[in-house]
């Protein structure tokens, strides 16, 4: 593992630190199924023979990217997937439900159909599992593929191999799915080299990854669970993932965040982008990239209200916890106080 990365988004070596948290490897007997599989790669892949690992959030101040490090290599990460297909319940995921995948399925379908130019005959899922995101465009007939661990597509889908170097040569996609893979990455920016040159002509990228910073510092978060240091190692905003798909030689169409359903049913932010390939790489980078990431850390009244038409429902939500709290108050105040006397 890397002690001293350079930024996965614009190669710079100046950090901020934004917080740093110790995992020990007692604490495995108390975590999920999906998290025990994980921190035995940490500790027994990236780390054999430690008890414990202290990881340390960094904000990247030329690009307002954020990593933890140490950091893995992308050797590193290729071994621990294959590590989770040696368990018996290869990969070790969590269950999804049909419906959450078809509601997914469906977002991006209705997504990449407005810029599909003349349909989509070939789509290309890279890390898809088992491609179940492409149901809309095999049921159209279009020639669905797969790179991915996972050994068993979906019908009407074909798997071409586990990684990007395993697939035939000269073979070309209208439509490339990137759907939250590149937090996962230990060095993304390759991948979409990779990624660009597997486009036709007219052909689009689509890449979605989780928007983890609302609030909150990846390490330091309260639930294990929720992020661990294992499953992701790059933490996008807006300008970062823009930033990247530029550095790739990317003409980005759109990028924003946007609400997504996660695979438990909860509606969680992500950041989604459509790109075509170009010939622009971009070398330079805008000051206040930094300063826009500190701000969904700690978010002022302004964002707060603008993240609000994101997700209604917090409205909702954050009205029906006030009223439970108040309810609750009254309560309490009612046993305190002795009627009828």
Known sequence: ML???????????TWMSLGTRTHAASD?????????????ILFEVWLPGKS??????????TCGMVIYTPRPTPEEVNEGYRYLLQMPVAPGQRPVSEEVQSVRA????????????????RVLDFG??????????????????VVDYYPNPIPKVRKLGNTLDELPKNMKFDVVICSHV??????????LVQLRSLLSESGILYVEVPMELWRCVPVQARAVEAVNPIDHLNFFTVQPLRFLLERASFSVIS?????????????????????????????????GAARATERII????????????????????AGRSRLIRVREYFARLCRRVPFGR
């Open 182 to 191: 590149l937090e996962r990455l230990a060095d993304p920016l390759s991948v």
């Open 255 to 287: 990028c924003s965040m946007d609400a997504y359903v996660h695979t438990n049913g909860s509606r969680l932010t992500a950041v989604r982008a459509v790109a075509r390939a170009s010939n622009k790489v971009r070398t330079r980078y805008p000051d």
């Open 106 to 121: 469906k977002d991006l379908f209705r997504i990449m159909s407005r810029y599909a130019r003349g349909g989509a005959a």
């Open 128 to 145: 898809g599992g088992r491609g179940q995101l492409m149901t809309c465009f095999a049921d159209l007939g279009c020639d669905c593929f």
């Open 298 to 317: 700690c978010p002022d009244l302004r964002l707060r209200v603008q993240m609000l038409a994101i997700h209604p429902d917090w409205l909702w939500a």
């Open 28 to 40: 495995m007997a108390h975590y999920d199924d999906y998290t025990n599989r994980r921190f035995r």
């Open 3 to 13: 002690a001293s990365p350079s930024c996965p988004v614009c190669a710079s070596d």
């Open 52 to 61: 414990e690992a202290t990881f340390e959030s960094k904000l990247c101040e």
